[in-house]
T-cell receptor
Framework: AQSVTQLDSQVPVFEEAPVELRCNYS??????LFWYVQYPNQGLQLLLK??????LVESINGFEAEFNKSQTSFHLRKPSVHISDTAEYFC?????????????FGAGTQVVVTP | DTGVSQDPRHKITKRGQNVTFRCDPI?????LYWYRQTLGQGPEFLTY????????KSRLLSDRFSAERPKGSFSTLEIQRTEQGDSAMYLC???????????FGQGTRLTVV
């Protein structure tokens, strides 16, 4: 079985400050790793994913996440946040071979960006 | 394409009543997933379809829950004899292939009173 732990339920941050959202997972089999974002009153959207290769993956809006196999972590970072980054962020894993849509999610981290 | 759509967006029902939710996936997407999300938690996988075939059901999906995807297009999720513990957001997602991005709908919020 797999599990995903997001260590912070809420992260307040000032605009233009950096932010890091922590995610740890456990699994006895190989997994793919994902970060999803949910803006208010919207559905979940894929932010970025790690499948293989370079352990650092980036999104188009400035987020990046680093896969650390030894620490079984996939932390999400952004060097400078905007007000529009206020949202809930979910870390998720899928078992390799079962498809990217069958996901085990963490409990989520609410990011609140203030001026 | 308008994305994954779910209907209704909100449903309030009395305990013991049956409810049915509908999900229209993105056109031509072969895979369709159902999730349930309760307050303060991440979504939990319920079941998924490959075209019209239901390939897996989570143990979370009790006998009161049934899902169908006739003709491999839209899907319905029915809950019979609803209980207060069924109150949650029910999410639907679809993907073109097994290993392609899953797109989520906005969900149906169920409140059982």
């Amino acid at each position: 079985a797999q599990s995903v732990t997001q260590l912070d339920s809420q992260v307040p941050v000032f605009e233009e400050a950096p932010v890091e959202l922590r995610c740890n997972y456990s699994s006895s089999v190989s997994v793919y790793l994902f970060w999803y974002v949910q803006y208010p009153n919207q559905g979940l959207q894929l932010l970025l994913k790690y499948l293989s290769g370079s352990t650092l993956v980036e999104s188009i809006n400035g987020f990046e996440a680093e896969f650390n196999k030894s620490q079984t972590s996939f932390h999400l970072r952004k060097p400078s946040v905007h007000i529009s980054d206020t949202a809930e962020y979910f870390c998720a894993v899928s078992v390799q071979g079962e498809g990217w849509g069958k996901l085990q999610f963490g409990a989520g981290t609410q990011v609140v960006v203030t001026p | 394409d308008t994305g994954v759509s779910q209907d209704p967006r909100h449903k309030i029902t009395k305990r013991g009543q049956n409810v049915t939710f509908r999900c229209d996936p993105i056109s031509e997407h072969n895979r369709l997933y159902w999730y349930r999300q309760t307050l303060g938690q991440g979504p939990e996988f319920l079941t998924y379809f490959q075209n019209e075939a239901q390939l897996e059901k989570s143990r979370l999906l009790s006998d009161r829950f049934s899902a169908e995807r006739p003709k491999g297009s839209f899907s319905t999720l029915e809950i019979q004899r609803t209980e207060q513990g069924d109150s949650a957001m029910y999410l639907c997602a679809s993907s073109l292939l097994a290993n392609s991005e899953a797109f989520f709908g906005q969900g149906t919020r169920l409140t059982v009173v």
